[in-house]
Structure formats: C-alpha cells, structure tokens
C-alpha cells in the first residue's frame, strides 16, 4: 500500500505554513506528521504523568470547551497543574490548525482536549470499544450529520516509549468493501433511539452508515489482519493531525498522548467531494442527511 502519511520538519507550532498539498492529503484521509514538533513539558509536568493522575475508573482526563476539568486525581495544586498543561496543549493546537488550514479559522467548533496517561495495551474492552482495531471513528451516542473530527496528537511520553499506530487504506475502499453489507437504516429505529434517549440527536442515514463502517470492521478478524496497512511509530516529542472520521486507524501501544479535537463543517472544507459524507452520497446514490 502507498504510505498515507506526509511527513513535514517543522518544529515550531505557529510557523509550519499551509501549502494545498498538505491541505489536499488531510482532506483526503492521510496523516500529517511532524517528527520535530515537540509538545514541551516541564520537570514538574513530567513528574506528573502516571495512572495515579486518574480518578478511579476513568480511562482519559478531559478539558471541555467550557473550560470544565473533569478525570483529575488529587488536591488543588495538582489539578491546577494539570489543567495548565492542558489549556497550554490545547492553544498551541489551535494555532497549528489554524496556520495549517487557514480557511477553518471560523468554522472550527471546538471540542475536548485530552490527557491519556493510560497504556493503551491495559485497557480491557469489548471488540466494539477496542481501538487497536482499524476502524474510523463514529459515536453511537452522538450523531454528527457529516460534520468532520479533526484532531491533533502528540506523544508525551518521558520514558522513550512511541504511540504505535497502524494506518489503514483509503476511505473510499473501505466505504467500497463494507457497504454491500451494512444494516439498512431505519427511520424508525433512529426516531426510537431519540426519544428513549439513547442519541443526543436524530441519527440520519450518514451517522447510521459511519456506524456501520467502524462496526464492520472491527468485527472482521480477516480485515484486521490482511486489508492494506502500515505500521508507524510516532515517537516522543512528535505530533500528527488527521480527520480520524475518515483515516482508518488503530492504536496499537503507547502511554502518554495528549490529544485535541475540532469539528469542521463539511461545507468548510477546501474540497467538500473528498469528505466521507460525499463519498458515502455517491455511493449510496440519494442524499443521507
């Protein structure tokens, strides 16, 4: 499979530049990669990194766009630590987006920032919720209607210890191979699923389908082990940025990633025909939103 990864040596967060290549590869599924790009810690952040951070039963601590700490372990002085490295993470990410893709400088609706100081090869999960399995990101909970998730990660390891990660092929082949057998949508079902409160919103066609796809091909033990994929390790002190509701990816290993996410507005994007909406629209043959 050809890499669907760009690497780019900028080691400065407000001065990579934008170039419609990159722009074009992003839209397109593929990873941005910057081997330079460092996400400093002080001696004191990095001494605060470890599980012990964590409430108990939580997996990832979070700062929401209202500026709500929630998953922090710890008196007043830790969780003010903690929610500076944040804050400081999530300013920087913004700046890097916005000089990347200037056009999304006002569209972005901004979401979460996370800290994950868990090892991804701990978690005990079902199949479904098992992210070392290729999949492209969809939430059952919340229906998205097309709207792109755009994030930016960065390992923080102090101990050596990359983020593995394997990368998928295109959406479009994926979209080709799973469609045939995806669950028809029922507009009764998602009307039903709204009123009992299982979704936040009306689930449309769009969502019904991402759901599928992620579903799919978790379960498919064949694809997991022969569709078309490489294996990066992102080691500390590097950062990458892709729309993970279209790069199909799985986490593999790795402790200490933080991580920010944007939603975009498809009719935001440079070019709206690579979107995973557009390309399900075609398809499918008939609107799904």
Known sequence: MQTRLLTLESADWAAPGSDPAWIEAVEDGQVLYFPRLSFAL?????????????????????LDAAGQLKGVAGEA???????????????????????LFPKYQG???????????????????????DDRRLHVDAFPSRPNRGERILRVFSNINPHGQPRVWRIGEPFG???RRFLPVARRY???????????????????EYDHLML?????????????????????EFPPGSTWVC??????????SGQHMIERTFHLPVASQYNR?????????????????
Do not use: C
Not at 186 to 204: I, Y
């Open 107 to 129: 569209q972005l609706r901004l979401a979460p920032t996370s800290l994950r100081p868990v090892g991804v090869s701990n978690r005990r999960q079902s199949w479904r919720a």
């Open 186 to 204: 029922s507009p009764l079902q998602a009307r039903l699923l709204r009123a009992l409160g299982v979704t936040k919103s009306l689930r449309s």
């Open 173 to 175: 082949d994926v979209a």
């Open 77 to 99: 002085p830790v969780q003010a630590q903690a929610r500076a490295l944040i804050e400081r993470f999530a300013a920087q990410s913004l700046q890097l987006v916005h000089t």
């Open 212 to 232: 599928q796809l992620h579903d799919l091909m978790k379960a498919d033990a064949g694809y997991q082990a022969e569709a078309p994929q490489q294996t990066m």
């Open 42 to 62: 002080s001696p004191g952040e990095q001494a605060l990194l470890g599980p012990a951070l964590l409430q108990p039963g939580v997996r990832n601590i979070s």
């Open 243 to 252: 729309f993970s509701d279209q790069t199909v990816h799985a986490a593999m």
């Open 273 to 289: 025909e690579a979107s995973p909406l557009a390309i399900l629209t075609r398809l499918a043959g008939h609107p799904l939103i």
